[in-house]
């Protein structure tokens, strides 16, 4: 029997670089759990070596973490990537650093990019230039995550900067995304009404936190038996009863 | 550089979040530059932000002594502040005399002092409660081409 | 060519950097992907480019450009304003389309690195 569960399936940590020092994943776990929501996507620029830390410290809190990456594709367009586990996370992130455009992280202009494990221990601090873009297309982007079992979402699409309609004026043809995010000052009625095209796709809404008293402050509302991968996924194809719940 | 010796001084200032993390990033860039390994580096790093963020989230200022040598690398951090009541306990990991809003906020599971020791050489912590903590590190500098073996060898 | 005679040739608002205007323009370049003048500008260019967001001043900073010049009439966010002044990065608009724009500095003389 299908219950009401919330995600925010768009939250960063410390490491991306624009992100709070505070956001530890640990942190993204607690700043969760005391909003009651059961299901988060962590996404950070480019990188998921957050993840894994983020999976540790939500066992035995109630919420599931779902692993994931906010890749920025050569058109300078973000897509939300979320997998069932880090095996997934980590592949994607291998092909992502592969193509990442070269250059160090200035951690002056762009903020530190830190590695924190899940007692909110730091391990390091990732050189690469994460705020970057890589040369990987769109419809690239898209197939990679598909052909990992992934989830492609294009991340609030109707923002101007690095939106996939902002920046493309359109959602691409034959571009097989699992679902769009609209931006918090969106709502989905008024995006069907002013994006023709828009209809075809999920909508979701999250909070694309960057400091911890941001998570949940926008979420995606879930009819699903329970906080997993894959009931996220049968959700957003409105499959076996699962479905968005939208208010 | 005048008889191998870099040093320099730098300030924390607390409760100063938009600044945090400001004097390890410096700190990186200096070793990167001298040409330190990326694993002295890595560990430096660690030492000097967790000690920086100690020092902003419960002093009220904090002293960096930096100091690189050929054979070693010396963090020394001393704070004006509460001080620590039982060191022993504060190694603990996990353990936090955090005050509430930090603990909300997350990051405050503990004073990062055991990944601090994990990352040194040698590590010393004394503490007079009511005025204030001194953190010590030092990090032995290898040469470049003994990276691996350094890693094998600290396991 | 300094941005003052730029500014004074070809009309450009100063939004921001009035003190910093005396700076040598040494070349141009055109573009509103931020990874790509991240990649490709160089030095001492003048960056013609219609974002806005606060980001054109961490790319110019980093890549040490003459400025930034906003096209098509378009105004900067808060935060880009505020940036602009911390990092000490002139900020210039112009109502013109990139193209003209660019095309009016060409016949001024400004070239790209090519």
């Known amino acids: 029997m299908p219950r009401i569960i919330e995600a925010d399936l768009h939250v960063h940590t410390c490491l991306s670089p624009c992100a709070d020092l505070l956001l530890s994943p640990r942190a993204v ?11 988060v996507a962590v996404c950070d620029h480019n990188s998921a070596e957050n993840t894994a830390a983020a999976v540790r410290a939500a066992r035995g809190t109630g919420v599931t973490i779902v692993p994931g990456l906010e890749i920025t594709t050569a058109e300078e367009v ?14 994607m992130q291998n092909l992502v650093y592969r193509h990442l455009q070269p250059g160090k992280n200035d951690e002056r202009l762009f903020g530190q990019q830190i590695v924190v494990n899940e007692h909110d221990e730091v391990e390091g601090f990732n050189d690469r230039l994460l705020i970057g873009a890589t040369s990987l297309p769109i419809q690239d982007v898209v197939r990679a995550v598909h052909d990992l079992g992934g989830l492609a979402i294009a991340s609030h699409v109707d923002r101007e900067t690095f939106g996939l309609i902002g920046h493309l004026g359109m959602i691409p043809e034959g571009l097989d995304l699992d679902a769009v995010e609209i931006s918090r000052q969106m709502d989905p009625p008024t995006a069907r009404a002013a994006f023709p095209g828009i209809e075809r796709f999920p909508i979701v809404r999250s909070s694309d936190a960057h400091q ?14 329970s906080p997993t991968f894959d009931e996220l996924r049968l959700a957003l194809r409105c499959e076996q009863g699962r479905g968005i719940v939208e208010t | 550089m005048p008889d191998n010796v870099y040093r320099e001084l730098f300030k924390v200032e607390g409760r100063n979040f938009q600044a945090a993390g400001e004097v390890s990033s410096k700190i990186r860039r200096i070793l990167k530059e001298i040409g330190l390994s990326a694993d002295v580096v890595r560990r ?4 000097s932000y967790e000690a920086e963020m100690n020092c902003v989230m419960y002093a009220s200022r904090g002293e960096f002594r ?38 909300e906020m997350g990051f405050g599971a503990g004073m990062g002092l055991p990944n601090m020791k994990k990352n040194s050489d040698e590590f010393r912590l004394s503490s007079v409660p009511g005025q204030g903590t001194k953190v010590e590190s030092v990090i032995r500098v290898t040469a470049e081409e003994d990276d691996e073996d350094d890693t094998k060898r600290s396991g | ?18 003190k910093s205007l005396d700076r040598d323009v040494t070349g141009c370049y055109a573009s509103d992907l931020l990874s790509d003048v991240m990649g490709n500008s160089t030095r001492g260019d003048l960056w013609i480019t219609l974002q806005v967001h606060q980001n054109i001043v961490a790319v110019a900073s980093m890549r040490d450009l003459a400025g930034v010049v906003m096209i098509g009439g378009r105004r900067p966010l808060d935060e880009t304003v505020k940036k602009a002044l911390e990092e000490g990065i002139p900020l210039l608009a112009s109502p013109l389309p990139a193209f003209e724009i660019c095309g009016r500095l060409y016949q001024a003389g400004l070239r790209g690195h090519v």
């Open chain 3, 1 to 18: 060519m300094t941005l003052k005679d730029l500014v004074e040739t070809y009309n450009l608002e100063v939004v921001s950097g009035e």
């Open chain 1, 78 to 91: 973000h897509i939300l990537t979320l997998f069932a586990d880090g095996g997934g996370a980590g592949r």
């Open chain 2, 44 to 47: 430096t790093a660690i030492v």
């Open chain 1, 212 to 225: 911890p008293d941001e998570i949940g402050r926008t979420t995606t509302r879930l009819a699903i038996e």
């Open chain 2, 66 to 103: 930096f100091v690189v040598t050929p054979d070693y690398v010396i963090l020394s951090i001393e704070d004006e502040g509460p001080g620590i009541e039982d060191t022993q306990l504060a190694m603990q990991q996990g353990y936090s005399t955090a005050p509430d809003e930090y603990r």
């Open chain 1, 29 to 39: 776990v607690q700043a969760a759990v005391r909003v009651g929501i059961g299901l």
